[in-house]
T-cell receptor, first 108, second 114 residues
Framework: KAGVTQTPRYLIKTRGQQVTLSCSPI?????VSWYQQTPGQGLQFLFE???????NKGNFPGRFSGRQFSNSRSEMNVSTLELGDSALYLC???????FGPGTRLTVT | AQKVTQAQTEISVVEKEDVTLDCVYE???????LFWYKQPPSGELVFLIR??????QNEISGRYSWNFQKSTSSFNFTITASQVVDSAVYFC???????????FGTGTRLQVTL
């Protein structure tokens, strides 16, 4: 079975731009959770999707949004990027037992 | 509110030493899950173990062992005969029984040297 995949692995954006990150969970699994990891705040929960519905959301501004497609792939979008959005974004499948390799976003 | 405390920021040991990583948690839920993850320099979080709140049995997996004590709200992780490959950041995490939302500790960086 393929693991959790995330694309792209690395991304550099400019402040004010928007970005979309993608996550494909383990085949057959319908739950995807997203986390942000920064040196200052550590690992923080962003949101969780199950069968295309957002079930939980963390304490992040509305600039952070997500969605899930019928094939369980999920995307998260960050609009109007700020320098503080520079982070490693991780997604997880199967109730956090399996994490993807992450997308490292740098905002300049 | 959920909280996980990993008081040890960084630990350095010499190979073959045993090392224990501490984790203390706070929750009002009666049903919850506790996790340990390893994060090597590559950044990926590697799942090590999950324990539910009703299972206080200690677990051993090779050189790894976990001690879960509800009375002290602790879920400690011991590596026996540490190896250089064990060098990583280790995270303890807590999830309520009813929601898929992990609360992580701040992590313990373990450095194992020859």
């Amino acid at each position: 079975k393929a693991g959790v995949t995330q694309t792209p692995r690395y991304l550099i954006k400019t402040r004010g731009q928007q970005v979309t990150l993608s996550c494909s969970p383990i085949s057959g699994h319908r739950s995807v959770s997203w986390y942000q990891q920064t040196p200052g705040q550590g690992l923080q929960f962003l949101f969780e999707y199950f069968s295309e519905t957002q079930r939980n959301k963390g304490n992040f501004p509305g600039r952070f949004s997500g969605r899930q497609f019928s094939n369980s792939r999920s995307e998260m979008n960050v609009s109007t990027l700020e320098l503080g959005d520079s982070a490693l974004y991780l997604c997880a499948s199967v109730y956090e037992q399996y994490f993807g390799p992450g997308t490292r976003l740098t905002v300049t | 509110a959920q909280k996980v405390t990993q008081a040890q920021t960084e630990i350095s040991v010499v190979e073959k030493e045993d090392v224990t990583l501490d984790c203390v948690y706070e929750t009002r839920d009666t049903t919850y899950y506790l996790f340990w993850y390893k994060q090597p320099p590559s950044g990926e979080l590697v799942f090590l173990i999950r324990r539910n709140s009703f299972d206080e049995q200690n677990e051993i997996s090779g050189r790894y062992s976990w001690n879960f004590q509800k009375s002290t709200s602790s879920f400690n992780f011991t590596i026996t005969a540490s190896q250089v490959v064990d060098s990583a950041v280790y995270f303890c995490a807590l999830r309520p029984g009813t929601a898929s939302k992990l609360t992580f500790g701040t992590g313990t960086r373990l450095q194992v040297t020859l």
